[in-house]
C-alpha cells in the first residue's frame, strides 16, 4: 500500500509526541489501537517495551518476540442503531458499539493516534481503553483540530499529498474543551496533559487512569 506524499512527515510528526511518554514506563506493555498496515508505531519503539499489541482493520499479521499485531473490526459496522451519527457523550452510557479483545488491566500504555477522528462512538472506545488499562497507565491520544479540517481536505482533495480516503472518513474534529469533556464522561480517567502541534491542528492528549 503506497503512501500519500505527506503521511510519512505527519507520523513522524506525531512518534516524536509519543516517544517521551513511553519512556517514562519501565518496559511496559503497549496496545496500539489502530496500528495500520505496517504497524509503524510498534516497531519504531519496540526497544522501549516489553511487549506491543497491534489491532487494525488493515492490520498485517505479524509475531515477533515483543510485538504481534492481528487485523480487528474495534468498531461495530452495524450503524442501525445509532443511524451513522457521531455519538454524543453527555450523559452517554456504554453501548457495546467499540470493543477491544482483551482481558481488564492488561496494558501500561494504549496508543489511540490519528485514530479517534474516525469513530462514530468516541465514548464506547475512551470506556474500552479505560478497561484494558492498568491503574497508573496511561492512553496517548493525537487527533486533528478542527482548525486542521479545511487544511486537511485543501491537502487530499485538491493537492493529493494527504490521503483522500482517509480524510473522507474523518466523522468529527476536537478541540481540548471537547477532549476534556469526553475524558470527563469517561470512568475512570482523567485528562493530565494537552498541547498543541504542528501549528495548531493536532492535539496531543495524555490520559491517565486512577490508580
Known amino acids: 500500500m503506497k503512501e500519500a506524499l505527506l503521511e510519512k512527515t505527519l507520523r513522524k510528526m506525531r512518534l ?31 526497544p522501549f517495551i516489553y511487549k506491543g499489541v497491534g489491532i487494525d482493520f488493515k492490520a498485517p499479521i505479524i509475531q515477533t518476540q515483543k510485538i504481534h499485531t492481528f487485523s480487528y473490526f474495534f468498531e461495530s459496522k452495524d450503524f442501525i442503531a445509532g443511524g451513522g451519527i457521531v455519538q454524543s457523550w453527555e450523559n452517554a452510557t456504554y ?24 469513530l462514530y462512538y468516541p465514548f464506547d472506545m475512551m470506556y474500552e481503553i479505560a478497561r484494558v488499562l492498568k491503574p497508573g497507565g496511561c492512553l496517548i491520544l ?5 482548525l486542521a479540517k479545511p487544511v486537511l481536505e485543501f491537502l487530499s ?18 478541540d481540548r474543551k471537547d477532549l476534556a469533556s469526553l475524558v470527563a464522561a469517561s470512568p475512570h480517567l482523567r485528562l493530565v496533559k494537552h498541547t498543541y502541534f504542528q501549528l495548531g491542528m493536532n492535539n496531543f492528549a495524555v490520559i491517565e487512569k486512577e490508580r
Open 16 to 46: 516524536g509526541r509519543v516517544l517521551p511518554t513511553i519512556k517514562q514506563f519501565q518496559n511496559p506493555s503497549v496496545l496500539d489501537v489502530g496500528c495500520g498496515w505496517e504497524a509503524r508505531l510498534l516497531k519504531e519503539i519496540e
Open 95 to 118: 453501548s457495546g458499539h467499540c470493543h477491544l479483545p482483551f482481558e481488564n488491566e492488561s496494558f501500561e500504555v494504549v496508543s489511540l493516534l490519528a485514530v479517534l477522528e474516525h
Open 142 to 146: 493525537t487527533v486533528p483540530s478542527h
Open 157 to 174: 482533495f485538491r493537492l493529493k499529498i494527504v490521503s483522500e480516503e482517509e480524510i473522507r472518513d474523518h466523522k468529527r474534529y476536537y
